[in-house]
């Protein structure tokens, strides 16, 4: 226990440091342009990771511009440290049963002196209600109507990879029905490794369980870091960068949406996914499982997730007769975002045609394409000026709401593992201390200090009129944050002050 004492310590400061050093980034103008920047299979830029569908930026390739010594540094000393002093420990008992008692315990004094402790979601605060769930907070997002009154969780898609021994394997469907007279859904059965489980039989709560374990490791690994990072938000730098000329209006838009996104992703990729970090020591999977799973899902990828209203519809939740709180203000997040991304471009595309014939515009479709596993649903044959605003919102909505809902709003569930265990044991053990320190510790690196959305960035402008259509976005998101704010809060309650620009450190 003393080994575990000065790992725990070690770890628990480490983390504190970088939570204390962070300092939101500052983003200069766009820099004259160097080489392109020719994405790769990740085998190919991390040797260790065996993945050839995900492509990433050699780190070779990390433009100068955006590179940041001191960080670089920092996480090759902490990836060193995960072989040389790591804060996995074998057989350590299992966290404490009483909620509190384990998060006090994980969440030291240290921590606290930069972040507040999670609350508690009313949704946990006695069994977990997964109606509820299913229209508020983060799971919201996996909601599909079957037909008629019959909705559902469908995480299927995590059965048949490598876990580690002793665990319950995650393919789960949770099957709702409607209560049209309440305007809310009911979880009615649960389809997982227990067999398949109807509310109120024995068994109902530990499936429960496992569907909130395959909801929050699927939230963690597909949702938040193969989808926003790896995909939506690398892609979107690497063509924005490549194409956009550093005094193109589009680039000057979206350029604190990009900014630092290849070596903050570069370091992030590895302190998660090497063998030995987050994802394998703390989730389901083994190291070859997890790869597997990051491999397969990499290409079922839609970027229509990132257009609140457009993916409610496909996913039939859009005014399907019950409340969807979680939706609404994501709606209302988007159409900000919609608006601001037509008035900007209105400035420099009012004519007809002149989207289609700006060739760099055609380029950046077409290498947005080229990267994004089925596409961006816009071509540079077909584009023009609606298409083009609505893409640019779904972009500035996936690395600023899309990141926070799936990254830092579940500092407020995924530590409370009485209600969603990180792994559901065979034996029904709860967690070990060192799985669970280590779920605090990287889920507190999600709250590290970065640039807000909430920013004046019309330095970046190219004149007066773009600039004060920067400013204008900043008015709409500070009235849309008042406007919130005369109703209740509640821990998923996601505000326009809470947002960043972008999905770096
Ligand atoms: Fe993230």
Redesign the pocket.
Known sequence: MIMWFLRRWFWNFFGWLKMSLNKPLVIPLPAGDGTPITPVPLREAVPQLPIDTILVCDPAQIPRDEFNKAQMLVYKLQIWLYSAFSPMQAGLPPIDADPVRALNKAYTWLHRTRFAPPELPAEYLGSPDLGSLAVRGPYACYLQRLGDDRYEWDFSSLEGYELHDGLRPLGVKVSFELNRQRRMLQAVRIDCALGAVEVGQPGWEQAKKLALCAASTHLSLVR??NG??LIGGAHLAVATRNQLPPAHPLRRLLWPYVYATQQSNDI?TRGQMLPGGDFETTFSFTFDGMCKLFEDSYADYRLVVNDPECDAKIRGTWQAGFVTPSQDIQVALFEVMHAHARDYLQLYYAEPHAVRNDASIGAWLDQLNALIPNGVGVLCSDVDFDSLARLVARFMYLVTVQ?EL??SCMWHYQLWTHRQPVRVYLNGQREPRDVYQRLVNANYN?NVSRRALMHDFSYLALDAPGAAAMQAFQRSLQELQVSMERSPRAVWTLYPGALKVN?NA
């Open positions: 938040h870091f926003v990072h992030v990141h799936l990254g999600l999905i």
